[in-house]
């Protein structure tokens, strides 16, 4: 999952992943499994700009649950 932001209006990028949104990629994500019967896992990664596009802020978290 990757989230991109500018400015901070709407918050954080990490902030737009919430329970709802990390349980319906959990559900993808078991669906994929079945069929290819591989043990994949979900990381996220995360964009901030700030408002003048001069500073950028990514973050890549692996392994989310």
Known sequence: EVKLRRGRAFG???EAIDARKLARVQTALLGFARETRLA??????T????ETGDR???EHFVGVT
């Open 12 to 14: 954080l990028a990490a």
């Open 40 to 45: 994949p896992r979900i990381d996220v990664v």
């Open 47 to 50: 964009i901030d700009v700030d």
């Open 56 to 58: 950028m802020v990514v």
